[in-house]
T-cell receptor, first 112, second 114 residues
């Protein structure tokens, strides 16, 4: 069925290191993907998005990579900081007019 | 814009009581979504509206749940009667469209039913 899932439920990284959070999606028709960050007690916040006609997109300290061949999405955070500690969700959208479907989330813990 | 505004932030109620959660979407957004978040099931879409009209309520768990959007700037999610298993964080989100665009989330309402 249609689903969005994450390989790793928790990830611990040293401050200053790079973080990579992975996500698998099952629907090859998905054409839009988003990464959200959710801090404790807050709602999910948009980080970066990518459309299926792209393989890579960069933002400030973040990069999203899309591999349509294996239906895999990743979020790379450069020079991870304590403020990056949060739960990260990937979400997908397909058929152009359906709501975002969210994965379970990965908790990122930054070790100072 | 102040973003999506939800109230209350926290709600504690006794089993069997009626609970009403409120949401004010971002002005100009035509879509409004209600999500429920639990540790076990993650973020689940309950219902969404387009131009104040409910489009898909297949995620609403039971008839005890109902949602309304009387105008473009206000929506409610009601649970009657509430049960302990309804305890979760409920999020409202809005967007300009469903496809190919981000949804903006409110801060959520943490509901505890005892």
């Amino acid at each position: 069925g249609e689903s969005v899932g994450l390989h790793l439920p928790t990830l611990s990284v040293q401050e200053g290191d790079n973080s990579i959070i992975n996500c698998a999606y099952s629907n090859s028709a998905s054409d839009y993907f988003i990464w959200y960050k959710q801090e404790s007690g807050k709602g999910p916040q948009f980080i970066i998005d990518i459309r299926s006609n792209m393989d890579k997109r960069q933002g400030q300290r973040v990069t999203v990579l899309l591999n349509k061949t294996v239906k895999h999405l990743s979020l790379q955070i450069a020079a991870t900081q304590p403020g990056d500690s949060a739960v990260y969700f990937c979400a997908e959208n397909y058929s152009g007019n359906t709501p975002l479907v969210f994965g379970k989330g990965t908790r990122l813990s930054v070790i100072a | 814009d102040a973003g999506v505004i939800q109230s209350p932030r926290h709600e504690v109620t006794e089993m069997g009581q009626e609970v009403t959660l409120r949401c004010k979407p971002i002005s100009g957004h035509d879509y409004l979504f209600w999500y429920r978040q639990t540790m076990m099931r993650g973020l689940e879409l309950l219902i969404y509206f387009n131009n104040n009209v409910p489009i898909d309520d297949s995620g609403m768990p039971e008839d005890r749940f109902s949602a309304k959007m009387p105008n473009a700037s206000f929506s409610t999610l009601k649970i009657q009667p509430s049960e302990p298993r309804d305890s979760a964080v409920y999020f409202c989100a809005s967007s300009r469209s469903t496809g190919g665009t981000e949804a903006f989330f409110g801060q959520g309402t943490r509901l505890t039913v005892v």
